[in-house]
């Protein structure tokens, strides 16, 4: 039977902390899009917790941003908000958890901000997803298969990536 482990973060300067339950704690997926490089460092690595699970200490120091991006609509360029949201502490700027409307079930934790070590993940595992963003300084460990790097999305979610590994619910912090 499948458990959730249960997970701690918090920011740099400690205004933030939470804890939250994860069924999917394997931080596999290696984001390269341009709104993470530019706002996060170079590239990020988000697990997935459950959002009803989610407690914060310090909420009034978290803020929300939310990338303007270009959409074509009847032949012109536009600017919308993307509906991905990006917490992070108002006072030190750390990255803390991602949330979308679009799945409200869950949220997207940093791997750079928890405070439980989390497994590791092989290279040959991992997933390398928004390559057509990556930093052209950035190499791709070669260990990493060709079919695991994806110019855009991956079909195959955080969930469905557990599971067909047996490892959904599985892992328990030491």
Not at 39 to 64: H, Q, R, Y
Not at 117 to 141: D, G, N, R, Y
Request: hydrophobic share 30%.
């Amino acid at each position: 039977m499948s458990k959730p482990a249960l997970l701690k973060g918090s920011c740099h300067c400690g205004s933030v902390s939470f804890t939250f339950e994860s069924y999917t704690p394997y931080p596999f997926n290696i984001c390269h899009c341009q709104v993470d490089r530019k706002t996060a460092g170079f590239f990020c690595c988000n697990i997935m917790g459950e959002a009803n699970t989610l407690k914060i200490v310090g909420d009034e120091n978290v803020k929300i941003y939310r990338a303007k991006l270009k959409k074509v609509e009847e032949g012109k360029e536009i600017e919308i908000l993307s509906p991905h949201c990006r917490h992070f502490c108002k006072e030190c700027g750390t990255h803390l958890w991602a949330s979308d409307h679009r799945w409200k079930d869950w949220i997207y934790p940093f791997t750079n901000c928890m405070d439980t070590p989390l497994p590791t993940v092989p290279f040959e595992e991992q997933v390398h997803l928004m390559c057509e963003f990556k930093a052209s300084w950035l190499t791709i460990p070669s260990e990493v298969k060709p079919e695991n790097k994806y110019q855009g999305y991956p079909s195959e979610s955080i969930e469905a990536w557990h599971k067909k590994r047996g490892r959904y619910g599985t892992w328990k912090p030491e």
